[in-house]
């Protein structure tokens, strides 16, 4: 059966040329007209040190870090490691990406053609309904450290190009070509947790910078004595790190 001509995979495999990095993934063009595929700090390991999978495996293979938690946000910088995959053609690099990084050859393509159309947080959130109406109502002073605490490089690779108010939207600089085109599902509940943190403790812009410090060291001490929380989106523990730079940024400005 052959390849089925998907513009945006072919135009990616173009650019795999003989090698490529996808988010952590490091695709190496073979001789037979295939590719491989294994994590990037792999990139040098012998192959025989590595486990085979299937493209098709890859999908849960994904779906949970090296210590066995779930991966909320397949673009956060913990793939598991120490596998090797073979994509024979172009429906298989299809299979792999889609199941490592979902939608991210799409929407690099799109805006590789210039017709994707990042959209603003502003715009995005006023078309909330239910539970994620509230994240419409974040200040620029909240919503701004917001999405730079939840898209920091060491919790997601995807460049952020949705814009949120005057700050800058992120390039590969920092950053993978795996775009962002608008707030994901995490971004959203972390809003809607800042929202919430934000009524609760009344008017921080109003509080002295010695009531900020205060507050964040006794954030700080939380954190250090619960350590790292055991799930990615449990916003609520106080050693989330999401959560602690958000924190740091409100509270130290
Ligand atoms: S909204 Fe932020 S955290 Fe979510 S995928 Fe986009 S860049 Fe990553």
């Not at 025989?48 to 098709?56: F, I, R, S, T």
């Not at 199941?99 to 017709?115: C, H, I, K, R, T």
């Not at 002073?141 to 992120?170: F, I, N, T």
Request: with cysteine.
């Amino acid at each position: 059966m052959s390849d089925f001509e998907n513009p945006a995979i072919a135009a990616l495999a173009k650019r795999i040329d003989p090698q490529l990095t996808w988010g952590q993934v490091h695709i190496q063009r073979v001789d037979d007209g295939g590719f491989e595929f294994r994590h990037v700090d792999d990139a040098e390991a012998e192959t025989g040190a590595l486990g085979q999978v299937q493209p098709d495996d890859l999908r849960a293979l994904a779906e949970t870090d090296a210590l066995g938690q779930f991966r909320p946000l397949k673009a956060a910088p913990n793939l598991r490691r120490g596998w090797l995959c073979q994509a024979g053609g172009l429906t298989e690099l299809e299979t792999a990406l889609r199941n490592l990084y979902p939608g991210s050859v799409a929407d690099w393509y799109a805006l590789e053609l210039g017709q994707a159309q990042p959209t603003s947080y502003r715009k995005f959130t006023e078309r909330q309904t239910g539970m994620y109406r509230i994240t419409a109502k974040l200040t620029s002073s909240q919503a701004k450290p917001a999405a730079e605490a939840c898209c920091h490089a060491l919790s997601c690779l995807k460049q952020r190009r949705w814009s949120m108010d005057d700050l800058p939207v992120e390039d590969t600089t920092h950053k993978s070509v795996l775009p962002c085109l608008e707030p994901c599902a995490l971004m959203l509940e972390f809003a809607r947790g800042v929202f919430r943190f934000e009524q609760h403790n009344g008017a921080i812009d109003e509080m002295t910078p010695e009531d900020q410090r205060n507050l964040l060291m006794a954030a700080e001490l939380a954190a250090e004595q619960a350590g790292p929380p055991n799930r990615e989106a449990d916003f609520a523990a106080p050693g989330n790190p999401r959560w602690m730079r958000y924190l740091r940024l409100r509270l130290s400005s």
